[in-house]
C-alpha cells in the first residue's frame, strides 16, 4: 500500500526544522507516544536506530526507526519495523515564501500474518494515522499546543 498526503505549515522552513530535527519535541506532536530510546547512531542522522513505544488503538506498539535520508531542510526518510508491518516514510518539505512550508509525505506499507489482512480491509486508518500526525505537527509548530495537553 502506497499513499501521500501533504500539508502547509503557516511558519518559515527554519522554525519548522527546529521543530522537527529535536527528539525531545516528538511527545508533543505524536499521539499515543510512550517513549523513545536511541539505539545506535547520532539521533536524526541517517543510520540513526530508535526505538519507540506507541499507544495506537488501545494497542501497544512498538516499533524500530531506521533512519534512511536525512538532506534536511529538504528530505528525510526512515524506515519502521514493527510486528506484521515495515513502513517506508518519505518526507519532503519545501518553503513556500517567508511564512509557510509545504511538507509532503509518501507511505509506503509491507504487511505480514494478520498485518496484512487489516491492510487490505481498513487501509483507511493508516492514511487517517498520517495527516493526524501531520495536523498535530502543524498545530504545535504554529500554536505551541501538544496533543498531550
Known amino acids: 500500500m ?7 505549515i503557516n511558519k518559515p522552513i527554519d522554525e519548522v526544522m527546529a521543530l522537527f530535527k529535536n527528539p525531545d519535541n516528538l511527545k508533543y506532536w505524536q499521539r499515543g507516544l510512550k517513549s ?16 519507540l513505544s506507541i499507544k495506537l488503538e488501545g494497542r501497544d506498539i512498538e516499533m524500530i526507526e531506521t533512519i534512511t535520508k536525512c538532506e534536511l531542510p529538504h528530505h528525510w526518510h526512515a524506515r519502521y519495523t514493527s510486528k506484521g508491518m515495515v513502513s517506508y516514510q ?4 519545501e518553503s513556500l515564501d517567508n511564512n509557510s512550508t509545504y511538507w509532503k509525505t509518501k507511505s509506503m506499507f509491507e504487511f505480514n500474518g494478520y498485518m496484512r489482512i487489516v491492510g487490505r480491509l481498513l487501509p483507511g486508518i493508516f492514511k487517517n494515522r498520517s495527516k493526524t500526525v ?9 500554536q505551541g499546543i501538544s496533543v498531550n495537553t
Do not use: P, V
Open 2 to 8: 502506497t499513499y501521500s498526503t501533504d500539508i502547509i
Open 36 to 51: 523513545t530510546k536511541l539505539l545506535k547512531g547520532k539521533s536524526g542522522e541517517k543510520g540513526a536506530k530508535r526505538k
Open 90 to 93: 518519505e518526507n519532503y518539505f
Open 134 to 142: 501531520m495536523k498535530d505537527f502543524k498545530t504545535f509548530a504554529e
